[in-house]
T-cell receptor, first 113, second 113 residues
Framework: AQSVTQLGSHVSVSEGALVLLRCNYSSSVPPYLFWYVQYPNQGLQLLLKYTTGATLVKGINGFEAEFKKSETSFHLTKPSAHMSDAAEYFCAVNAGNNRKLIWGLGTSLAVNP | KAGVTQTPRYLIKTRGQQVTLSCSPISGHRSVSWYQQTPGQGLQFLFEYFSETQRNKGNFPGRFSGRQFSNSRSEMNVSTLELGDSALYLC????????????FGQGTRLTVV
């Protein structure tokens, strides 16, 4: 069975500091991996995705993530946090015959001035 | 290209009533998935419809039901509302074949009083 674990339900960084949000997954087949962002009372917006090919993927708003098969990880990073990055971030894996999205519980990112 | 449209955005209902939520997917998308989001519970998968057929189902009671029309628009219905049904209900649209990413609507905030 597929699963997703996001380490840290709350992460706080200073403006300008590195953002690192952790995601580990389990999957018996090659996974598709996603990061989504959610602002208050809004739907989820796709930040970036990994399907095949290059393991370092770049997304919107300066975010990127690296697929590491050996570590079963897909951590999200951004070199310099901005106040507007404060939001909830969700990692998801899409694998298996039914290709259903499996979600992590989310990480709330706070950015301090 | 228009995004995913959910109506209404906000809804207040009384315990015991029923409610119907609507979702219009991105044009050309044939898959619609529904999620319930509550604080601390993350995204809970309700069901997925593809070409008018329920393709996947989560672990929700039979009070939660859905359907999809020939134009891919989907509705979900909750009967005999309970206080615990208060949540943000999110609809996600995807092609259903090929490209795996999902695109979300802004959600319907349901409050049961």
């Amino acid at each position: 069975a597929q699963s997703v674990t996001q380490l840290g339900s709350h992460v706080s960084v200073s403006e300008g500091a590195l953002v690192l949000l952790r995601c580990n997954y389990s999957s018996s087949v090659p996974p598709y991996l996603f990061w989504y962002v959610q602002y208050p009372n809004q739907g989820l917006q796709l930040l970036l995705k990994y399907t095949t090919g290059a393991t370092l993927v770049k997304g919107i708003n300066g975010f990127e993530a690296e697929f590491k098969k050996s570590e079963t990880s897909f951590h999200l990073t951004k070199p310099s946090a901005h106040m507007s990055d404060a939001a909830e971030y969700f990692c998801a894996v899409n694998a298996g015959n039914n290709r259903k999205l499996i979600w992590g519980l989310g990480t709330s990112l706070a950015v301090n001035p | 290209k228009a995004g995913v449209t959910q109506t209404p955005r906000y809804l207040i209902k009384t315990r015991g009533q029923q409610v119907t939520l609507s979702c219009s997917p991105i044009s050309g998308h044939r898959s619609v998935s529904w999620y319930q989001q509550t604080p601390g519970q993350g995204l809970q998968f309700l069901f997925e419809y593809f070409s008018e057929t329920q393709r996947n189902k989560g672990n929700f009671p039979g009070r939660f039901s859905g359907r999809q029309f020939s134009n891919s628009r989907s509705e979900m219905n909750v009967s005999t509302l309970e206080l615990g049904d208060s949540a943000l209900y999110l609809c996600a649209s995807s092609s259903g074949t090929g490209r795996p990413e999902a695109f979300f609507g802004q959600g319907t905030r349901l409050t049961v009083v």
